[in-house]
């Protein structure tokens, strides 16, 4: 008899943990409270509580070919920066391929986890659900994995905001916008200069009186495009992953930084921050730039107060009349479902061997799947950490004492505060290659490079300089895919395809005679000079020097 995996939530996480599941001969019953898969990425027009929600025009930030699961490439006419709806295509095509649906009991949400009373010797668990007829039921699982995200619960710190409460126009948060025509002609200020703030301040821009963007510290901005107009995280590669470790931290900033004041001077535009580039999650964001070149952006610093229908900024000056405040101040996560012990949350930080493994429990039953904020792509981190998972959850792995889990705990949360300015939202960061190979590492399937570098050579450069793409994960070991070398190998046609909409045939070349008539003035110069002697005869007969010419010069 299979063991019995309960999984809650059927978006990006919990769909790969489902499919995780089957490959390992683990048996998954999804539990999804909404009536559809895709959890953050599907729009709604009204948001649901405790659901994580998007605006209309949402693309993600990571490309296709980074944003992946290994074993399923995004078709190749798809953009590379895909809206969300595009992703809710993926998502369905991946459901159907490896026949996930079956195994979701949607509007079903999950009201308890608790251990059993054996648990300690059976590492079970009872759940307790209630579908949208209000019944309830109670099941037994061997095993849990959460996949909730971190998007669900918004951060709305009105207590930092004085006046707030007498406001007379209208405030809420980012999950709660959808789209900018209610504000035509408006007055706007949004606070928070994260993606969501950036994104929400460039489309309301468009259509309001004025857009105010309200940031404490500042950011640095990146842009979704590189050079020669590819993808920026398709560049990153493991070349310039050693590189950022070997050289000093802060001359990595400066090179960074350098890079993208050559694009615009982030201190002419206000938004230079006082902390390094790699000291705070980037904002990623084409457009912000050419909104506050032409106006319809101002940046100012963080608000002083709220008085009436004015909004005044810690510079002393002054908005009058504003009709729209947006907090795009983050989220905070949760797990109300499990009893605190489980899982201790205090500002924003939960105790997880490697963000997935709570470390004192009697067995390694229970998993966090996707709690991370990484410098990359989400999906492909929670397919690994989801690997990972299912084969401790059979035995095939081990983890570690008690006291090696919280010691590795410690040390990140060291590591994460020495780089990291003081804020919520660093307290799940982690670095996509760092990361994934560590990991992977614990799974048996990190790709040796150095090996690769002298058994398939071809393959190994492709590693060692190309983009870190999922397939890499998939060459070797459990969960091993014969069709990874080859998408390593096509990835950059993915990549080129989705823009190849017209014929675009470079014409021939014509032969220049640039170098041909460049040649005969030299020779014509060489033989002049060489007779310059002459020169009176030929202005007398130039006929005869000419001829004699003839067989210095090239024949065509």
């Known amino acids: 008899m299979s063991r019995?995996?309960?999984?809650?939530?059927?978006?990006?996480?919990?769909?790969?943990?489902?499919?995780?599941?089957?490959?390992?001969?683990?048996?998954?019953v999804c539990f999804e409270s909404s009536?559809?898969?895709?959890?953050?990425?599907?729009?709604?027009?009204?948001?649901?509580?405790?659901?994580?929600?998007?605006?209309?025009?949402?693309?993600?930030?990571?490309?296709?070919?980074?944003?992946?699961?290994?074993?399923?490439?995004?078709?190749?006419?798809?953009?590379?920066?895909?809206?969300?709806?595009?992703?809710?295509?993926?998502?369905?095509?991946?459901?159907?391929?490896?026949?996930?649906?079956?195994?979701?009991?949607?509007?079903?949400?999950?009201?308890?986890?608790?251990?059993?009373?054996?648990?300690?010797?059976?590492?079970?668990?009872?759940?307790?659900?209630?579908?949208?007829?209000?019944?309830?039921?109670?099941?037994?699982?061997?095993?849990?994995?959460?996949?909730?995200?971190?998007?669900?619960?918004?951060?709305?710190?009105?207590?930092?905001?004085?006046?707030?409460?007498?406001?007379?126009?209208?405030?809420?948060?980012?999950?709660?916008?959808?789209?900018?025509?209610?504000?035509?002609?408006?007055?706007?200020?949004?606070?928070?200069?994260?993606?969501s703030g950036g994104d929400i301040a460039v489309e309301l821009s468009r259509v309001t009186k004025q857009l105010y963007l309200s940031t404490r510290r500042g950011a640095w901005i990146l842009n979704r495009v590189g050079d020669n107009g590819m993808p920026l995280d398709m560049l990153l590669n493991r070349c310039l992953n050693i590189l950022r470790h070997t050289l000093p931290f802060g001359l990595v900033c400066s090179l960074g930084e350098k890079q993208l004041n050559s694009r615009f001077n982030h201190s002419l535009y206000n938004l230079k921050p006082k902390h390094r580039l790699f000291s705070q999650h980037p904002t990623v964001n084409d457009e912000l730039p050419n909104r506050i070149l032409s106006g319809t952006v101002q940046v100012k610093p963080n608000i002083r107060r709220f008085q009436g229908s004015s909004v005044e900024f810690d510079d002393g000056s002054v908005v009058d009349d504003v009709d729209l405040v947006v907090f795009a101040t983050g989220y905070k996560f949760s797990f109300p479902f499990l009893a605190s012990n489980v899982v201790p949350?205090?500002?924003?930080?939960?105790?997880?061997?490697?963000?997935?493994?709570?470390?004192?429990?009697?067995?390694?039953?229970?998993?966090?799947?996707?709690?991370?904020?990484?410098?990359?792509?989400?999906?492909?981190?929670?397919?690994?950490?989801?690997?990972?998972?299912?084969r401790v959850f059979k035995g095939c792995i081990k983890l570690p004492t008690l006291g090696g889990m919280q010691r590795d705990i410690q040390s990140k949360k060291e590591d994460m505060a020495k780089r990291y300015v003081s804020s919520q939202r660093h307290t799940i960061q982690v670095d996509y290659i760092d990361y994934m190979d560590e990991i992977a590492d614990l799974v048996g399937v990190r790709p040796r490079i150095s090996r690769l570098l002298l058994t398939d050579p071809r393959l190994g450069l492709k590693l060692l300089l190309g983009p870190c793409t999922p397939y890499q994960y998939r060459l070797k070991g459990p969960g091993k895919w014969a069709g990874a070398r080859q998408a390593i190998f096509t990835q950059w046609e993915r990549v080129a395809q989705p823009m190849q909409t017209r014929p675009c045939n470079e014409p021939e070349p014509r032969r220049s005679l640039k170098w041909p008539l460049l040649l005969s003035a030299t020779v014509v110069g060489l033989a002049a000079y060489c007779h310059r002697s002459s020169l009176p005869g030929f202005l007398q007969d130039p006929a005869a020097l000419l001829d004699r010419m003839k067989s210095y010069l090239p024949a065509y």
């Open 35 to 195: 009536d559809d898969i895709g959890g953050l990425w599907r729009f709604k027009e009204n948001p649901e509580p405790d659901r994580a929600s998007i605006y209309h025009s949402v693309i993600i930030n990571t490309s296709k070919e980074m944003m992946c699961y290994s074993d399923y490439p995004i078709p190749a006419h798809f953009p590379n920066f895909m809206h969300n709806s595009f992703i809710m295509d993926y998502f369905r095509m991946y459901a159907n391929h490896f026949q996930l649906t079956k195994h979701i009991r949607f509007h079903t949400r999950v009201l308890n986890i608790k251990k059993r009373s054996d648990f300690s010797r059976s590492g079970q668990w009872d759940v307790e659900t209630e579908n949208k007829d209000g019944k309830k039921e109670k099941h037994i699982f061997d095993a849990v994995m959460i996949c909730i995200g971190h998007h669900c619960q918004p951060n709305l710190p009105l207590h930092d905001f004085p006046g707030i409460e007498n406001f007379k126009g209208k405030y809420f948060h980012s999950r709660d916008y959808k789209t900018p025509e209610e504000w035509r002609n408006k007055k706007a200020v949004v606070i928070g200069i994260g993606n």
């Open 4 to 28: 019995r995996v309960a999984v809650v939530g059927a978006g990006s996480s919990g769909l790969v943990c489902m499919k995780c599941c089957l490959d390992e001969g683990l048996e998954p």
């Open 345 to 390: 949350v205090s500002d924003n930080q939960a105790s997880l061997y490697k963000y997935v493994f709570p470390p004192e429990l009697d067995r390694p039953t229970l998993a966090i799947i996707g709690l991370v904020q990484p410098l990359g792509a989400i999906m492909p981190i929670s397919e690994m950490q989801a690997r990972w998972a299912t």
